[in-house]
T-cell receptor
């Protein structure tokens, strides 16, 4: 079973629209970390956010915001007033366990976001 | 911030030859390094986990004799694709654990086997 599900394969919006990328995760651990990464065409992964399982507070960073809801095992990502430069593949990822070091990352399949001018 | 330098960024090699990809942590010690492979329009698939000074742990279905991983120091891990074939053409990316971000990724290596 997929530990991280990103049901939206591709999303297209027009510039200035708001867009939400969905992420649903599955884990039996009580301590875990959730991540979002951006992958532009160059291929490099750009870190966006890390959230631990004990911190359900939503976060806003500029045009980006994240909604973490343990009750629905979701960690959704919203871009407000999208821009062409936001076009990329976005990955949600999960790391389980809360020991002294992080374990492997489980990636979702990614959502290709295209923002049209 | 923490940086992992990955080289080469692109490589084209002939079928049957070997290719080495290097990942260096520039300003931190990478005790653990993860190696991923990504096919076009697909997600990152973990190939193996390497810990400094010990043998790498490979994921199911990944041939350890074909994808040789060496992690001899805290700042350098290498992946060697031996006897490469066209089906090995892919995007390879390494990742090291660091304190704040959790993981620092290399910039990736696009391998094309002709």
């Amino acid at each position: 079973a997929q530990k991280v599900t990103q049901a939206q394969t591709e999303i297209s919006v027009v510039e200035k629209e708001d867009v939400t990328l969905d992420c649903v995760y599955e884990t039996r651990d009580t301590t875990y970390y959730l991540f979002w990464y951006k992958q532009p065409p160059s291929g490099e992964l750009v870190f966006l956010i890390r959230r631990n399982s004990f911190d359900e507070q939503n976060e806003i960073s500029g045009r980006y915001s994240w909604n973490f809801q343990k009750s629905t095992s979701s960690f959704n990502f919203t871009i407000t007033a999208s821009q062409v430069v936001d076009s990329a593949v976005y990955f949600c990822a999960l790391s389980e366990g809360g020991g002294s070091t992080l374990g492997r990352l489980y990636f979702g399949r990614g959502t290709q976001l295209t923002v049209w001018p | 911030g923490a940086v992992v330098s990955q080289h080469p960024s692109r490589v084209i090699c002939k079928s049957g030859t070997s290719v080495k990809i290097e990942c260096r942590s520039l300003d931190f010690q990478a005790t653990t390094m993860f190696w991923y492979r990504q096919f076009p329009k697909q997600s990152l698939m973990l190939m193996a986990t390497s810990n400094e000074g010990s043998k790498a742990t490979y994921e199911q279905g990944v041939e350890k004799d074909k994808f040789l991983i060496n992690h001899a120091s805290l700042t350098l891990s290498t992946l060697t694709v031996t006897s490469a074939h066209p089906e090995d053409s892919s995007f390879y990316i390494c990742s090291a654990i660091n304190g704040y971000y959790g993981y620092t990724f290399g910039s990736g290596t696009r391998l094309t086997v002709v």
